[in-house]
């Protein structure tokens, strides 16, 4: 476990942001139009108006991408035993369609089918499907939200395994939210998600048997807007993690978090803002049921905030960090963090070109006496040309070069990759209303 001083500044920071929201409410706030569900159900309203496809009541967006065509330089990271260069690309469609089922609720569909090609590795060979299914429920001071989403990708695992492994995840979720004042709004969220691995195995390790699972979370989010260019929010959350085979029970656990965060909302600012996107820090407190594990805890939260300094120059920064399911028999959850940053130089209406340089590492919470677990590093530099061809084609060329580290072991494990990607049309994509991440 962690020291009583960290555990200590900890606490101290959930109090601060406490305190400073609670601050910020009784504050005496400037005119301005807060996160309302007014606002809210105009951003739905404004998709079907801008929709390129029309017939009806139907509305449509498309696009295509023909992504990640080029060659990488050791498609599993290091991860076997040794290189396996080849070249790959991924390419499909992707589709949205607004129907208004009355005059203020509206049915939303998303999907997306891509097809992953190598050349060499016949085996990675795959298709991946997504699809999110909404309906919202808009008024002048409620808005309301139901979802239905299914994933089935085959995807980069996580940083203990580097392999592509089949996930088919099944959610819902619901979102509630109330302007209780010109300032003010209060959300509500429940959402529930099934994962499932299909019997895949892992040198002998089952990985359905071990990590299939149900996940709960109850959200409950406050706002406050003192200036239409940027908005505070507070977010609790409880979370249930129950995993399906009886051989895995004994990673029942319980998860209790408190966040507080800052948006920036150019979009609606009359002037608008040189700041884009938002970040969170928080706490979050893992309590396992099963008495042989003890609870683990930490600093957590996301963000990701981009800068415009002028017209041909803007910055970003972003990180990340969480608790994730670990695939050890042995180990409940790890700690992964990310964070990094780059570039943007515009150099004309069509051309941009930036670099970005990302960190991420892994730990675990151990105990004293308990094995040691290797701690994963990462390291990756990126530079790409953007090239917008057409109204609405655009070109990208790019290259990334990465190496992982794994401790204590001390291997350095490098890869490399050059090609492009070529994109037609756009969605608006699968969550088109700016509610914070959860955990």
Request: hydrophobic fraction near 35%; include cysteine; charged fraction near 20%.
């Amino acid at each position: 476990m962690r020291s009583c001083k960290t555990k200590n500044t900890c606490a101290f920071l959930t109090c601060i942001l406490i305190l400073t929201f609670i601050f910020a409410l009784f504050a005496n706030p400037l005119p301005a139009r807060a996160q309302s569900a007014n606002w809210m159900a105009s951003s739905v309203l404004s998709l079907l108006g801008r929709a390129p496809w029309k017939l009806g009541l139907l509305r449509g967006y498309r696009a295509f991408s023909l992504g990640n065509v080029g060659y990488d330089s050791d498609i599993y990271y290091g991860f076997q035993d040794k290189e396996y260069p080849d070249f790959t690309f991924t390419a499909g469609p992707s589709f949205q369609w607004f129907v208004p089922l009355k005059k203020l609720i509206i049915f939303d569909t998303y999907q997306q089918l891509q097809g992953a090609f190598y050349a060499e590795n016949e085996k990675e060979r795959t298709f991946n499907f997504r699809t999110r299914n909404q309906i919202h429920f808009l008024h002048k001071k409620f808005y309301g939200k139901t979802a239905l989403s299914y994933d089935n990708v085959r995807r980069r695992f996580s940083p203990e395994l580097i392999l592509n492994i089949r996930e088919e995840t099944l959610t819902w979720d619901g979102l509630m939210l109330w302007q209780f004042s010109r300032t003010g709004a209060i959300a509500w969220q429940l959402s529930t998600a099934r994962y499932n691995y299909r019997n895949a195995e892992y040198e002998g390790l089952s990985l359905d048997r071990e990590l299939n699972r149900r996940e709960i979370y109850a959200d409950t989010f406050l706002y406050f807007q003192p200036s239409p260019k940027y908005r505070f929010f507070l977010n609790g959350q409880m979370g249930f993690y129950n995993f399906k085979y009886p051989e895995s029970r004994i990673r029942d656990s319980r998860s209790y978090a408190v966040l507080g965060g800052l948006e920036f909302t150019p979009e609606l600012s009359p002037t608008g803002s040189a700041f884009q996107g938002g970040f969170s820090i928080g706490y979050i407190y893992l309590e396992p049921k099963a008495a042989v594990y003890r609870p683990a805890s930490d600093i957590v939260g996301s963000g990701s905030v981009s800068i415009t300094l002028n017209r041909w120059l803007s910055l970003r920064g972003y990180y990340a960090r969480n608790f994730s399911v670990s695939i050890y028999s042995s180990l409940l959850h790890y700690l992964s963090t990310t964070y990094g940053g780059g570039l943007t130089f515009r150099l004309s209406d069509r051309v941009s070109m930036g670099n970005n340089i990302t960190f991420g590492q892994t730990d675990y919470p151990l105990e004293k006496g308990q094995p040691e677990a290797p701690t994963y590093k990462f390291t990756t530099l990126s530079a790409n040309i953007g090239i917008r061809l057409g109204r609405e084609w655009n070109f990208n060329f790019f290259g990334n070069l990465s190496q992982r580290k794994i401790l204590p072991a001390e291997r350095k494990l490098n890869r490399y990759f050059v090609g492009f990607s070529l994109t037609f049309g756009s969605v608006p994509g699968e969550n088109v209303l700016p509610v914070p991440s959860l955990l």
